[in-house]
């Protein structure tokens, strides 16, 4: 199971700090083994790609759009993933998710655990 958390209401320029906590079976012991990814989706929009970090973490990679910006960590002894949003504006508002798969990617496809999602509202 994976749940996101920390979404809310941020002003522009503003900066929010997300969670996803993974669980249960598939990932208790297991964490470090998956790849883990942020996806979002605005309204009116299909979801796309935020930022993806690999198991052990060496591999780290953003979208454009959120490069300089936001900046996705894990912590393996817990189980949780992070995206730190920083310099927020109107065009970041969307659903967060996050995601868990076996192979580094930026591709939807290759993930195959998702969460409920979380709103990220960014005003002015």
């Known amino acids: 199971q994976l749940v996101e958390s920390g979404g809310g209401l941020v002003q522009a320029g503003g900066s929010l700090r997300l969670s996803c906590a993974a669980s249960?079976?598939?990932?208790?012991?297991?964490?470090?083994?998956?790849?883990m990814g942020w996806f979002r989706r605005a309204p009116g929009k299909e979801r796309e790609f935020v930022a993806a970090?690999?198991?052990?973490?060496?591999?780290?990679r953003y979208a454009d759009s959120v490069k300089g910006r936001f900046t996705v960590s894990r912590d393996n002894t817990k189980n949780v993933m992070f995206l730190q949003m920083n310099s927020l504006n109107a065009e970041d508002t969307a659903v967060y998710y996050c995601a868990a798969g076996g192979r580094f990617s930026d591709r939807q496809i290759e993930y195959d655990y998702w969460g409920q999602g979380t709103q990220v509202t960014v005003s002015g």
């Open positions: 970090i690999s198991g052990r973490g060496g591999n780290i």
């Open positions: 249960g079976r598939t990932f208790n012991g297991y964490f470090n083994t998956y790849t």
